[in-house]
Every structure is written in C-alpha cells, then in structure tokens.
T-cell receptor, first 114, second 112 residues
Framework: AQSVTQLDSQVPVFEEAPVELRCNYSSSVSVYLFWYVQYPNQGLQLLLKYLSGSTLVKGINGFEAEFNKSQTSFHLRKPSVHISDTAEYFCAVTSTGGGNKLTFGTGTQLKVEL | DSGVTQTPKHLITATGQRVTLRCSPRSGDLSVYWYQQSLDQGLQFLIQYYNGEERAKGNILERFSAQQFPDLHSELNLSSLELGDSALYFC???????????FGPGTRLTVL
C-alpha cells in the first residue's frame, strides 16, 4: 500500500516570490509520482509527472519537482509565483506494477498575495 | 479542457434515492477511473475499468456500482444515498491501464 503526506495544508506567499510545496510518500514498491492542480470549481489538471529518468522534472506553468528516492520526497517548486497560481495542489502516487490507481495527499492550498 | 466529459455538473437529491453519474473518456482512452472528493476523506479512488472490464477496486461502498459500456463511456450508480455521500465525483481516463490520467470537471452531488 502507498501513502502520501503533504505536511502543509496552506502556504501563503507574495507574488513573484519563490515557493516550495512539500510531498513525501511511502511505498514498498517502485512508484510513479504526480502533481495535480485544482482551481476553484474545476477538475484536476496534471502539472508534472515522474516516471523514470532524470530526477528533476519540469512541468507546465513554470513548475518543477525533484524526485528524491532516499528521502522519499517529491517537492514542487516555482521560482516566481503569480496571482493566477492560487489553487489547491495535490501530490499523488501510483505503483509501477500496474493497476494505476492514484493515491492522493490531502492537498496544499497555495494563496498568492499582492 | 481535458477532453473528459461528465454529466450532470450538479445533482441535488434526497436521502434514500438513487442517482447515475455519467462519464465520457477522452477519444481513444480505454481506461476509466472514478474518484470521490469530500472534505473529510479527501480524494479517494473508487473503481477502475479497462476496455469494459473492472480492473481495480478501491474504497467503494457496496451501495455504489459502476460499469463501462462498449462505446467506453462509464456510469457510476449510487443508491440508498446518505448525507455523507455528498461529494464531488470525478471521472478520469487514460490511454491504457498504466498511463497518466486526465480528469473531468466533476459532478457535485448534494444529498439533502
């Protein structure tokens, strides 16, 4: 079984400041990792994914994440946030062995202020 | 727009009733997933279908059932509804059973 921990339920940040949203996972098998964003009253949009290869993954809207196997982490970063980045961000994991069901973290609400 | 469509967008019903939520996957996607998002449980996987057959089951109640039809659309049936079933229900699809998933806009179910 897998689990995902997003320690920060809310992260306030000023516009143009950098941000890091933390994600730690637990799994007894190899995993694929994802970050999704949910804007108010909308569905989930895939930001980026780690399947294999380079541990630094670049996604849409200037976001990137780094897979750290030893620390079982997959933190999301953006060097300069915009007001439009205000949304809820979910980290998710699935095992590489098939089945493909996503296990989500509890989400981090990113609030960008002027 | 992910290409996944869900109907209806909103549904308000009473306890004890039965409802059907519908999902059309992206063109060409064979796998469909259902998730429930609620304030107390967060995002939870319910069930997955691949090319018409059940592939994986998660925390789905016995009162809930789903199916995937030959045209690959899927329906989630919720019966004997309780107040606690009020939630956002998302459908997602992927090309096969191990590709990235694309989510629909969701159906918001309110049980009064």
């Amino acid at each position: 079984a897998q689990s995902v921990t997003q320690l920060d339920s809310q992260v306030p940040v000023f516009e143009e400041a950098p941000v890091e949203l933390r994600c730690n996972y637990s799994s007894s098998v190899s995993v694929y990792l994802f970050w999704y964003v949910q804007y108010p009253n909308q569905g989930l949009q895939l930001l980026l994914k780690y399947l294999s290869g380079s541990t630094l993954v670049k996604g849409i809207n200037g976001f990137e994440a780094e897979f750290n196997k030893s620390q079982t982490s997959f933190h999301l970063r953006k060097p300069s946030v915009h007001i439009s980045d205000t949304a809820e961000y979910f980290c998710a994991v699935t095992s590489t062995g098939g089945g493909n069901k996503l296990t989500f973290g509890t989400g981090t609400q990113l609030k960008v202020e002027l | 727009d992910s290409g996944v469509t869900q109907t209806p967008k909103h549904l308000i019903t009473a306890t004890g009733q039965r409802v059907t939520l519908r999902c059309s996957p992206r063109s060409g996607d064979l796998s469909v997933y259902w998730y429930q998002q609620s304030l107390d449980q967060g995002l939870q996987f319910l069930i997955q279908y691949y090319n018409g057959e059940e592939r994986a089951k998660g925390n789905i109640l016995e009162r809930f059932s789903a199916q995937q039809f030959p045209d690959l659309h899927s329906e989630l049936n919720l019966s004997s509804l309780e107040l606690g079933d009020s939630a956002l229900y998302f459908c997602a699809s992927s090309a096969t059973h191990y590709n990235e998933q694309f989510f629909g806009p969701g159906t918001r179910l309110t049980v009064l």
